[in-house]
C-alpha cells in the first residue's frame, strides 16, 4: 500500500470551508518554528552525531509509540528498552523496526501515527506503508539517509526552520551543552535551558535530601537551612536567566498552591529532611513551594509553567523494570479555582508575571482556565499537552476555550517532544488546525476573513513571543 | 474595515444543511421574545431616561466586556468601573471607548463580540470595525443615536418585540419599580419580578444577620425566632407572586439539599445568628433552606431556579476595590444525583413543581442533568448559561443532553443578561443555533423536518411559556 | 405524516465524506451480528412463544421508553408497569399503545426514537407515524404479524442474524434455559450466559446474607467459612464457563479495587455476615472483591467487564412502588486511575486477563480509559453505554479515544439492551456511526481508506471476537 501526504489534510471537509483554511495555512505554513518548551536533549545539536538507526530514532525513546505496541502484548525489550533488572536482552535495530512495521496498523487514527506517516514522507520520502513486507527495504532506506550530512541534527534544525527551542533541565544542570551552543558561531539557532525544579520542592520526590544537599553545596548554606534552600533555588533560576532561559515549568500531580508563613515553612522543611513528614505534609510544603516559585517568577521573570494532573508510573513492576518515561503515565481529574486561588491572590494581576496553565483533563477547558485567563492579566491557556496534542482534541480545545478567552488568551504551540524529528510534523499539525477551526468560524459568520488572517499568524508568531518572553 | 452581518451566520457550513437551517430559522426569527430570567433594572424602563453614552451602555457594566481587556492589562477604572478605595479617577466615556475600539480583535470568535457586532450592526447601523481609527466618529455615532426618542428603553423595549421579561430581585425590594410599570398603561409590556433569596439563606454570606432582621422586622416577629424568619420568607413569596413574579431562583456554590427536622434547623438557625457556625454548620443550614425553598414553591407555586457552581469574587483585591460583578466568578466542578436528592426525593414528581437546573460545568448535561430531567417530572434543562452562552459551547449542550432527554425537557432559552441591548442578538443566536442543530439531524435522517419544524417554533414560544409558568 | 427511513442516516452531511462513509458501511452492513453484553432472557428463545403485544413489546419492559413518559407526568401504572404497593391498576395494552403514541415526539432526537423508528419500519413496515390518530391501527397491525410465526423470538433471531448473544444471569441460576437452547438441535445460535456476581459481593446489597448462604448451600460450606465463600463463586464461575460464559459483568457505584490479606478479608466477612459493617467496610470489601473476581478471570478466563458509575433507584418511591429498572438510574462522577490500580497492577498486562472498562460519565475516555487501554495489555475499551449509546455520544466517543489509543482497543460495539427487537437497529447504529466516524478520517487525509476499509471490518467482526474471546 502507497503512503502519500494529502496536501490538505487536517481542513474541513466542506469545500467552501477547506478553502477558507487552506487560504489561512498558506500564511503561516512557511513561518520559523518557535518551540517554548520540549524535552530535545541539548547535546543533540552541541556533539551534531548522526542518528543511530530507526528504532533508536522512531521507536526506543517515543513511549507515545511504545506504549501501544506494548498494550497489544509486546514486551519493552522488544522494542529496545533494556530491563534494569536482568533478564530478556533487548532486540536488536533492525528487529525492533520489524515489530514497529508489523503494528503500524495500530496507529491508525493516532497523533503518533499522523506524525510518524509526516516524518516518513516529507524527510525519508517514503512512499510505503510499513509493513511487514517493507520493514527491512525502509530500514535500509532510513539509515542510509541517516548516515548523510543533511540528517545531522543541526542540519535538520536549520532544514525544521526552527528560531528558538526550549529544553528542559535539572535545576543543578551546568547546562555547559547551552552554553557551548550559544558560544559556537558555526550554530546560529537558539537553544535554551528551562528550568525544572520539580524534584527539589517535594519532599516526597525520590532523592529530594540528596537534591537539597546538593543545592546547599552549590549555594555553600547548611543543608539545614531552609533560607539557604530558597537562597539556592532562587540562585540557580538566576544562573538558568544568565544561561538564556526563559521560563521555569512545574510538573506537578495537583495544581495546588499554599501560603505558608517562613516560620511554618523553615519548620516543615526541618522535619521533611528527617523524613518526618506525612503525605499531606509533604503536598502542602510542595504547595508552599510552588508559591515560592511563582514569587521568584515575578522577581527574575521567568514564565512559569504547570504541567498538573499525571499520574506518574501507575504500573510499579514496568517502573522498577524499565524506569519512568515507559508510557504508563495516566491523566487524572485537574482543578484549578480553588487550589491556586491563593497563588492568583498574589500574583495573578501582576504585571510581569506570566502564568501558562496545561491540563490533560479537557474539562477544565471551559469551566477554569478559559474563565480565569479571561480575568487574570497573568494567565495564559495552555496549548492541548501530551494526550490531547491530537486533531480533533486541539480542535475541541479551541472551540472549548475561545469564546469565553477569544484568541488572544492562549500560549501558542508548545511541542512537548523528546522527538527532535517529529518538531515540524507538530507545528504543521497546529497551525493546520488553527486554519481549520478559524476557516469554520469565518463560514459561520462569526469572525471576519482579514481578522482570521491577522489571527492564524498571531497565534504561530506573536503570541508565543509575548507569552514567552522571547 | 467593515463590520458586517452574515444573514446566514451560526448555520451549518454544509450548503444542503444551511438551506434547512435557514428554513426552519425563519420559522421562528420574528416570534416575540420571552425572557423568564435576567438583570435588567426594571427602573430603566419606568424611568425611560436615554441611555448615557456607549461606555456605559456597553462596557462600563458589563463584566463579560470589560473582563477581557482587564486580562489585557487594561486597569478596571480605565474602563470607567470606580475603585471604592479611592485613588486612580476612573477615566471619561470617550476615553472609555477608545480603550475598547483599540481592544476590538481581543473579542474575535467570543460570544460578547458577536452579541456587540449583532447590535453595532442592527441598531446603530455601523459598518465599520470598531479600532482606535474609529472610535471617535462611532462614538459620536451611537451617542447621537443614544439621544433620539427612538432609542429610549421604552421604544427598544417594543421594536425589541419583548413580550414578557423577568428581572432578578432582592427579597426585601418593594417592587414599586415593577408595580408602577404594570399600572402604566401607557406600556403594555410585562415585566416580572423574582425572587432571589441567596443572601438570606447561607448564614455564611456576609449581611445575613442583618437580612435576617429585616425579614423579622416586616413579618413583625422576633429576629430569634426559626418560625418567624420561615413565615417572613413565605411571606415575601407571597408579595412577588402577587405582584406577577413567576419563579424564584437560587445561586449557590454546589447545589446541595438537606432534610433537617424543624428542631435541628431552629437550633442552627440560633447559633448562625450567633455566629456560632462552622463553614460545614452553614452549608448544612443553607442546604435545609433550599429544600424548604423547594416546599414553598410547591405551595406557591414559583418556579425554581438553580444556578450553581460559581466561584463568586475570585480576586479578594479586585473585589475589594471594585466590588461584585467585575469579571472573576469562575466556574467549579458541580455535581446533582446525590446532593440533590433530598430534594427530588421530597417534590421531584410533584405535579405542580417546576425545577429548572442550570450548570457551567459542562460534564453535568449528558451524565446528570438530561438523566434527571428525563425521568422526574419537576425537573427541566437550564438552557447554557453565562460562559456557555455561545454557539460552540450551546451545540454541544444539545447535542448532550437531546438523546437522553429529547427536545421536551428542556426550559427553552434564557438570556441572563444584563445588557439591555443584547436581548435581541442572544435569541437570536439561540434561535439560529437551534435550527443548526436541527437541521443536522434533518440532515442526517434522525428526523423528520415536519418534526423539526414543530419544534423550533416551541423551543421558542411552548416551552419557555410552559416550563416558566407564563 | 408519513414514516420513513433514510438510507444514509447517520452519515455525515458533506457529500463527499458521505458517499466514503456509504462505501465503507456497505461492507459491513450485512455481517452477522455479535452480542457479547446484553439482557435478553433466555427463555424467550427457548419457549418460542409469539410477542404478547406491541405495549409488552414495546414500551412496558423498556424503561428507556417509560421514563420520558414518565416525566410528562404520565404515571408508570398508564404505561402498563404494575404497582407492588397496590393502588391504581394498570392500564390495558392497547390503552398503552395509544398512551405512547401520543407521546411519540417526546423521542425526536432520542436514540431510543431512532431505534424504535428502524424497528417499526423495517420489522412491521409501517410507515406513518405514531401518533393518536394512528395509534389503535398500527396496534393491530403489530399485534397481527406478532400472531405469525415469523415473528416468533427464534425466527427473529434467524432473521436477525445473530452468530452470538449473550445473556446476564445471577450466580446461582441453574442455566437450564441455556443448556436446553445449546442441546436443542433444531437451534443452532449460539446463546451465552453471563456471570454477574454484583449481589452477591457486595455486603451492602440488600439480600446478600441469603445469597452468601446459598452459595454456601450448594458448596456444601458453612455460611460462616470465607474460604468456601471465595470456593463456591470459583465454583459457579466454573460451571457457567462450563455451560458457554466467556465474560463477567461487574456493575458497581465506583470501580474500587482493594488488596487485602486474606485473613482481613475474612474478618470483614464475618463481620458482613454479622450485619456489622460500616458503609465504609462494605465498600472495602466489595472492593477486595473486585480484586478477588479479577484473580479468578485469570484462573478461568472469563472476560471481566465493569459498567460503573450509576446511581441506582434515585427515587426512592418509585422504586418502592415499582421496583428497579423503572427509569431512575442516574450516572455519577465517574474515576478508575487511583481506585483500580492495585487490581491493574496486579493482573494489568497479565497476557490472558481481558478487562473490558465502561463509563456512563463522558470525561474519563480521554482522561482515563483510553491512556490505560494504550499501555495496559489487559483494558480494552467498552463501547458507550446507556445513555451514551446515541449518534453524537457514540462520535464523540470514537473521537476522544482513537487520538491516544487508536481503533484496536476498543471492545466493539456491545449492545446491553433488554429489547430483544432493538438489536438489529442498535447494531446498525453502530455500523453507520463507524462509517460515518472513519469517513470524517479518511477525507481529512488522516487514514487511508484502504485501512479504514480493514478497520471498520475489524471494528464490526475482528475485535468482539478477540476482545470477549468468542
Redesign the interface.
Known amino acids: 500500500?502507497t503512503l502519500?501526504?494529502?496536501p490538505?489534510?487536517?481542513?474541513?471537509?466542506?469545500?467552501?470551508?477547506r478553502a477558507v483554511a487552506r487560504g489561512l495555512y498558506q500564511r503561516v505554513a512557511e513561518l520559523p518554528i518557535i518551540s517554548p518548551h520540549g524535552h530535545v536533549d541539548p547535546r543533540l545539536l552541541l556533539d551534531n552525531e548522526p542518528f543511530g538507526d530507526p528504532a533508536e530514532l522512531f521507536i526506543r525513546f517515543d513511549h507515545y509509540v511504545t506504549?501501544?505496541m506494548?498494550?497489544?502484548?509486546v514486551p519493552l525489550t522488544e522494542l529496545g528498552i533494556p530491563s534494569r533488572t536482568g533478564g530478556t536482552p533487548v532486540a536488536n535495530p533492525r528487529e525492533v523496526w520489524r515489530t514497529f512495521c508489523t503494528h503500524w496498523?495500530?496507529?491508525?487514527?493516532?497523533?503518533s501515527?499522523?506524525w510518524l506517516r509526516h516524518e516518513f514522507a516529507t524527510l525519508f520520502d517514503i512512499d510505503v506503508?510499513p509493513s511487514e513486507a517493507t520493514a527491512d527495504a525502509l530500514f535500509d532506506l532510513i539509515q542510509a539517509k541517516l548516515a548523510t550530512d543533511e540528517f545531522r541534527p543541526r542540519a535538520l534544525f536549520a532544514r525544521f526552520n526552527i528560531e528558538v527551542m526550549a529544553t528542559t533541565d535539572d535545576p543543578m544542570d551546568d547546562l555547559v551543552a547551552h552554553r557551548a551552543l550559544a558560544a559556537d558561531p558555526s550554530f546560529t539557532g537558539r537553544v535554551l535551558p528551562t528550568f525544572r525544579p520539580d524534584a527539589y520542592l517535594n519532599p516526597a520526590a525520590p532523592g529530594w535530601v540528596e537534591r537539597v544537599a546538593a543545592l546547599a553545596a552549590w549555594n555553600g548554606s547548611d543543608v539545614s537551612s531552609y533560607a539557604g534552600y530558597i537562597e539556592a533555588l532562587a540562585g540557580r533560576r538566576r544562573f538558568f536567566v544568565e544561561n538564556g532561559a526563559v521560563s521555569a515549568d512545574h510538573g506537578v500531580l495537583q495544581p495546588l498552591a499554599v501560603d505558608l508563613a517562613p516560620a511554618e515553612a523553615a519548620e516543615l522543611f526541618g522535619r521533611a529532611l528527617a523524613g518526618e513528614l506525612t503525605a499531606a505534609e509533604s503536598r502542602v510544603f510542595a504547595g508552599h513551594m510552588l508559591l515560592e516559585m511563582a514569587r521568584m517568577s515575578v522577581e527574575d521573570g521567568l514564565v512559569m509553567t504547570v504541567h498538573p494532573g499525571v499520574?506518574r508510573n501507575?504500573?510499579?513492576?514496568?517502573f522498577e523494570e524499565f524506569g519512568p518515561d515507559t508510557?504508563?503515565?495516566?491523566?487524572?481529574?485537574t482543578?484549578y479555582?480553588?487550589a491556586m486561588?491563593p497563588l492568583?491572590?498574589k500574583y495573578?494581576?501582576n504585571?510581569d508575571f506570566h502564568l501558562v496553565l496545561f491540563s490533560?483533563?479537557?474539562?477544565v477547558y471551559?469551566?477554569?482556565i478559559?474563565?480565569?485567563?479571561?480575568?487574570?492579566?497573568s494567565?495564559y491557556i495552555g496549548a492541548p499537552w501530551w494526550?490531547?496534542d491530537?486533531?480533533?482534541?486541539v480542535l475541541?480545545f479551541r472551540?472549548?476555550v475561545?469564546?469565553?478567552?477569544?484568541?488572544?488568551?492562549s500560549s501558542g504551540f508548545i511541542d512537548d517532544t523528546r522527538a527532535f524529528l517529529s518538531i515540524p510534523a507538530r507545528h504543521d499539525m497546529s497551525r493546520r488546525l488553527d486554519a481549520a477551526f478559524l476557516a469554520?468560524?469565518v463560514?459561520?459568520?462569526?469572525?471576519?476573513l482579514?481578522?482570521?488572517e491577522?489571527?492564524i499568524v498571531d497565534l504561530v508568531d506573536a503570541l508565543p513571543r509575548k507569552v514567552f518572553k522571547l
Chains 1, 2, 3 share one sequence.
Open positions: 500500500m502519500t501526504l494529502d490538505d489534510r487536517l481542513f474541513p471537509v466542506d469545500p467552501a470551508t506504549r501501544l506494548h498494550a497489544a502484548g496498523h495500530l496507529y491508525a487514527g493516532t497523533s501515527g499522523y506503508q499520574f501507575h504500573s510499579s513492576a514496568t508510557g504508563h503515565d495516566i491523566p487524572v481529574t482543578t479555582v480553588e486561588r492568583l491572590e495573578g494581576n504585571p490533560v483533563d479537557e474539562t471551559s469551566r477554569e478559559a474563565p480565569l485567563a479571561g480575568f487574570y492579566s494567565v494526550f490531547l491530537a486533531p480533533d482534541a475541541r472551540a472549548a475561545t469564546e469565553t478567552a477569544g484568541f488572544y488568551r469554520r468560524l463560514c459561520e459568520g462569526r469572525i471576519d482579514d481578522a482570521a491577522r489571527i
